[in-house]
């Protein structure tokens, strides 16, 4: 009998959970982490105009979530054009803004705190944050740069209110606020076309992955505020000053993956990291500055009833060691580049693989070496069943669509255990 | 030699790299004699990347010590006394893909290994490299790119190359977080890197000389 809606919800969901929980699934799974322009390029359409179309990019990632056999629906990863045009985003760049159509948006690092303003940022973080680093990131915020506000307690009363009134009419104020309610009427937009498009999902018996995202504390300073550069100079430079910043900015990477999971009733979490993979820090400055902000932010997601789904940017087969020892069957590790044979040896009994399949094979390989890789996983990872057939980062955008579909077709051929 | 600023730069001491180049100048020493120290140690950092005993941290403020002994040092050094530059190269990131770390990184330990580097910066349109191979009568050019797109932006900017009938005289290498062997069959590259240290392994082998 065919199975409901409901039942191949559920039945998706037990998968999932069974691979994580380290039982034996009934079949090899591919479940893409996310996509970006891939179901855009196989419709034939632009990705400026998904990136300002948000039902439009709904409407095509279901459509190949469908047509390839994914078993869930994949997590939307296009940030929303107009929403970025509205605030003049500084931070990003994106296709229909000053890249071509058809580029991906892009992040644009640097120093939005510069070394020697360290201090500042840790004496006054949520002020610090307000006056330099957002007019740095957008440009609509560049009043806060130069208005001196008093501190907002001084004005919470009745007769000083009158008092904020030469700031609200400083130069660039009504520019702000009126691209502040089109970001607003914009980001809404896409959040309710996203939300849309997990309801249509679910009916149709697809789970959503994750709605909440959350980085590691190391990668929120040296992504966001400090750059490579900067938050490398800062581990010789003023080491105890960025083991600070990390302080600081730990409860945010916490907070902000529960409160996101809280509000949209998840249980998973996607966790992006960057800057910890072997090549990047020696084993010491991996254990003094990254694991342990990391870690914190593991059992947090734990301890809370989260799923963590770390995605092992770059090459993490040098810390295999220190991915071993996190609780067992916790934690949906998802794998960019490492060494399959050494994973299964020394995580194999601490956490499900997932992804590695390579990008180059998708984009300009042929269907058969997909389906090479595929068995190869599957014979490694078979007699546990702890695997999850993915790319590194999930589907890429230049894939070709005959060699996604050998990765679903592999999967049913080799996957049934 | 003196091992006493090789120590400090590869202890990472940059106070004490700069006071003991001010020492050494203060004290009549020619300046090329502290550059060729300085180089050395550098050349021992890129070792140590190579045997993994180092790591990015240590090429970028290795690096940055070196910048700072470099400005120091400059002023001091006419031109033609220059040392001698072991071989030139193109790099750039390829079009389509803004991405520079990777690439900077790469330049940094090619520029202080003495090849003469030519960095075109990022999304570096396919006649750009080919003026600048022309340009500089480059031996080695690298491809840089962060993003699967750049599969095919490499490809093109290697035909480029081709077309511009200048094929024959350089080596191709590419590198980049989704870059492997597959990669470089399809780009039609002689070389791909996993990291500088493999850069800096292709250049020396493609221009004669030792990493």
Request: hydrophobic share 45%; net charge negative; aromatic share 10%.
């Amino acid at each position: 009998m065919t199975p409901t809606p409901q039942e191949l919800y559920a039945q998706r969901e037990q998968r999932f959970n069974d691979i994580v929980a380290l039982k034996k699934p009934d079949k090899i799974p591919v479940m893409p982490l996310m996509m970006h322009y891939f179901p855009n390029k196989i419709a034939g359409v632009s990705n400026a105009a998904v990136q300002a179309d948000h039902f439009l990019m709904t409407k095509l990632m279901k459509e190949a979530t469908l047509k390839f056999g994914f078993e869930w629906g994949a997590a939307v990863g296009v940030p929303p054009a107009k929403s970025c045009e509205a605030l003049q985003m500084k931070q990003l760049r994106w296709p229909g803004g000053d890249l071509p159509d058809d580029a991906p948006f892009q992040w644009v690092e640097g120093e939005y705190i510069q070394a020697d303003e360290v201090d500042q940022f840790l004496a006054d973080p949520n002020g610090f944050a307000m006056r330099t680093i957002l007019p740095r990131i957008a440009g609509i915020f560049q009043p806060l740069s130069f208005i001196q506000f008093p501190p907002t307690y001084w004005l919470a009363n009745a007769y000083s209110t009158i008092l904020l009134a030469p700031f609200l009419s400083a130069p660039g104020m009504k520019e702000m606020f009126e691209g502040m309610a089109a970001f607003a009427a914009d980001a809404q937009d896409y959040m309710a076309a996203e939300g849309a498009y997990w309801g249509e999902m679910a009916a149709m018996g697809y789970p959503c992955p994750f709605v909440g995202v959350g980085f590691p504390a190391f990668d929120l300073v040296s992504d966001y505020f400090r750059s490579l550069r900067g938050s490398t100079l800062d581990m010789f430079r003023q080491p105890d000053k960025l083991l600070a910043m990390i302080d600081v900015m730990l409860p945010a990477s916490i907070n902000l993956i529960i409160g996101a999971c809280k509000a949209t009733n998840t249980t998973r979490a996607f966790i992006p990291m960057h800057r910890g993979a072997g090549g990047f820090m020696s084993d010491e400055q991996f254990e003094k500055f990254y694991w342990p902000s990391f870690t914190a932010l593991i059992y947090a997601c734990i301890e809370n009833g989260i799923t963590p789904m770390p995605l092992f940017e770059g090459d993490y087969t040098p810390r295999l060691k220190y991915l071993a020892t996190l609780p067992p069957g916790k934690v949906a590790a998802h794998m960019d580049k490492i060494d399959r044979k050494k994973f299964k040896e020394l995580c194999g009994d601490t956490m499900c693989f997932w992804g590695n399949v390579p990008p180059s094979l998708l984009a300009t390989g042929t269907p058969q070496q997909v389906k090479d890789d595929v068995k190869e996983l599957i014979d490694l990872f078979g007699d546990t069943g702890a695997l999850i057939i993915d790319s590194t980062v999930g589907i890429p955008d230049e894939a070709r669509p005959e060699n996604v579909l050998a990765l679903r077709e592999a999967a049913d051929e080799y996957g049934v255990l | 030699m003196s091992t006493e600023l090789t120590d400090a730069i590869l202890a990472m001491n940059e106070d004490g790299a700069l006071k003991i180049v001010k020492d050494r100048l203060d004290a009549g020493e020619a300046p090329e004699a502290v550059l060729d120290d300085a180089r050395s140690a550098m050349t021992t950092l890129g070792d140590q990347f190579a045997c993994e005993e180092v790591f990015i941290p240590e090429l970028i403020m290795g690096g940055e010590i070196m910048k700072g002994i470099a400005a120091e040092l400059k002023p001091r050094i006419t031109a033609g006394e220059a040392a001698e530059k072991r071989g030139t190269i193109v790099l750039g990131t390829v079009h389509g893909d803004i991405h520079d770390i990777g690439k900077d990184v790469v330049v940094m330990m090619l520029e202080v290994s003495g090849y003469e580097v030519h960095d075109l910066g990022i999304d570096v349109p396919v006649e750009s490299f080919v003026a600048a191979i022309q340009e500089h009568g480059a031996q080695v050019v690298g491809l840089s790119g962060l993003l699967t797109l750049a599969f095919d932006a490499m490809k093109d900017t290697i035909e480029g190359i081709d077309a511009a009938g200048l094929r024959g005289q350089v080596k191709i290498m590419i590198g980049g977080s989704p870059v492997d062997e597959q990669v470089c069959t399809y780009s039609g590259a002689d070389g791909w890197g996993r990291d500088a240290a493999a850069a800096l392994q292709m250049a020396a082998d493609w221009t004669g000389g030792a990493a």
